[in-house]
C-alpha cells in the first residue's frame, strides 16, 4: 500500500467530482474537493465569451445561465464529445472537446488550490467503460494539458466498487451499477483473497441528462396547454432549452431526496414568458420508469450475459452516481435482485472519485482475465493475448497468417473470453500461402488495439476492443 496524498477525479457529463485520500500507517483520511471550498460536485458547464475574453466555469454559470447567454456560449455534456471531431465555434474562436475540458479541469485545478489548499499535480482518472480509444486519449490529453500527471485510469463502475470494497467484503460476487449524467456503467466483480477479478463489464449511453429531457419535455407541453401558443420545444432557443432543463434536473434532484412535489417556476421561457408547473414523485416515476424499462434493465441483463449469470448469482449490488437516488430506480434494482442486495453508498456521486484515488494506493497488477484470441476455421481459438499472463502494457508483435485456400477476403473472427466481440474482412489477392501479419497491444487506456496489415494489397485494417476484463492483485 502506497502512502502519501491521492486525489482521484471522475470527470462527468453534468458534475465532475474530485476526491482526495490521506494515507499513512494508521489508514487514510477522506474528503470530497467539492467546488466553493464545501461538498458539492463541480458543475461541468462552460460559458465561452462570443467577443473574447476568459472562459467562465462552474456553478456560478449553471445559477446564471440567463445572464451569461447574453455575452457568452454555453456547453454542457463536453464529455459526450471527447474523440469526436465537433468543433466548437464562438466568436473567431474555434474549440475541440478536448480543448474545453482541458480549460475545465485547468479551472478545477486552481479552485481547488484556492479553497482546499491542495495542489493537484497527479491524480487517478475514471472512465466509462463504453469509451473508445479516440475518447480516452482526448480524456487523456486534457488531463495532462490541465497539468495533471494521470497516475491510474480506470473503469467508472470498477473504481466506484474499490471505494465502497469494505461493505462488501463479505460477499463474493459483487455487482456496481454507476448511473450518472451520460453514461451507465456496469462492472461484476468477483472477490478471492487478495485478488478481484472483474467477470464482465458493459457500458452504454444512458444517462440522467435523458431524464432531465423527458421532464423538460413533459415541462414544456404543459406550457404550451397553459399558454394556447404551439411552438415545439426543439424551436426554442438553445439557451431557453439548457435553462428549462438544468431547472428540471434540480426538480428531479429535490423529488429523489425528499418525496415531495416540486414546484417548477420558468421564467423568460422565450413567447411564453413565465409558468408553474408542479411535479410530484408519482410523475416522475412514470417519466423515468420507461427509460429504466428499455435501457437500465437491458443495459444490466447484457452485463449478466456477459458474465454467465443470472440475478440470483449476485450476492450483492452497489449503485451509486448522479442519478441513484431515483426511486424508481432503486424499486427496480430492488425488484430484479432483492432488497437484501441492494447497497446505496452514503455519498454515491463520490464514489468513483474516491475508487480512482485508492486504485493508487493499492497499485495493483492488471492482468487480463480472459483470453483474446482469433476464431479458427475448425472453431479453436489462436491466442492473441493470454489470461492471467497479458495485460496492461502487453505487446505482441508480428503473427503472420497464410491463406489456405485461394479467396477474395480473409475473415477475421476476434473473441474475448470465447464470446466474438469484432468481426474484420480483409481484402486479398487470393493466393494460396498469401501471408497477412497481426499486431497488437493493451495500452494504459485498457484497450486492445490490433493491427492486420496485408502487404499484398498494402491495405491495414485496426480492430479496438474496450470491454476487458482484468484481475487486480491487491
Known sequence: MGKGNFIGINFGTTNTAVFHLQSTDDGYGKAALGEGGGNVPFSSIVAIPKNGGPLEFGRSVKRRQEEFAQNYEIFTSMKSYLGTDKEFVVGSEKYTATDITAEFLKYVK???????????????????????????????SAVERAGITIKSFVPESTAAYFANREITR??????????????????????????????????????????????????????????????????MKPTERDHIMDICESAKIAISL????????????????????????????SLVEPIIESKVLRAIDTALERAGLTPSGIDSVIIVGGSSNLSAYETAISNLFGADKFVLPQKPQWSTAEGAALMQIIRGSFKLKDT?????????????FKANEDGVGSKIKSIVFSLVEE???????????GQIEERITVPTKGFIDEQ????????????????????????????EMNKLTFHYDI
Open 110 to 140: 486552481e479552485h481547488i488550490l484556492q479553497f482546499h489548499e491542495i495542489d493537484i499535480t497527479e491524480a487517478g482518472v475514471a472512465f466509462p467503460i463504453g469509451f473508445s480509444l479516440e475518447a480516452r486519449l482526448a480524456l487523456r
Open 170 to 235: 463479505g460477499y463474493s460476487r459483487v455487482m456496481v451499477l454507476d448511473w450518472g449524467g451520460g453514461t451507465f456503467d456496469i462492472s461484476i466483480l468477483n472477490q478471492e483473497k487478495n485478488t478481484v477479478k472483474e467477470i464482465a463489464v458493459f457500458g452504454e449511453k444512458i444517462g440522467g441528462d435523458d431524464i432531465d429531457m423527458e421532464i423538460a419535455g413533459y415541462v414544456h407541453t404543459e406550457i404550451v396547454k397553459k399558454s394556447g401558443l404551439n411552438i415545439p420545444f426543439d424551436s
Open 258 to 285: 425528499t418525496g415531495e412535489e416540486y414546484g417548477i417556476n420558468v421564467s423568460n421561457y422565450g413567447e411564453y414568458g413565465s409558468k408553474h408547473v408542479t411535479i410530484n414523485v408519482e410523475l416522475l416515476n
Open 372 to 384: 483474446i484470441g482469433i476464431e479458427l476455421s475448425d472453431g479453436s481459438i489462436f491466442p492473441v
Open 407 to 417: 479467396t477474395q477476403n480473409a475473415n477475421f473472427i476476434f473473441t474475448n473470453g
Open 436 to 463: 497477412i501479419r497481426l499486431d497488437a497491444e493493451i495500452g494504459e487506456d485498457q484497450i486492445a488495439v490490433i493491427t492486420i496489415y496485408n502487404p499484398y494489397t498494402n491495405t491495414t485494417h485496426k480492430v
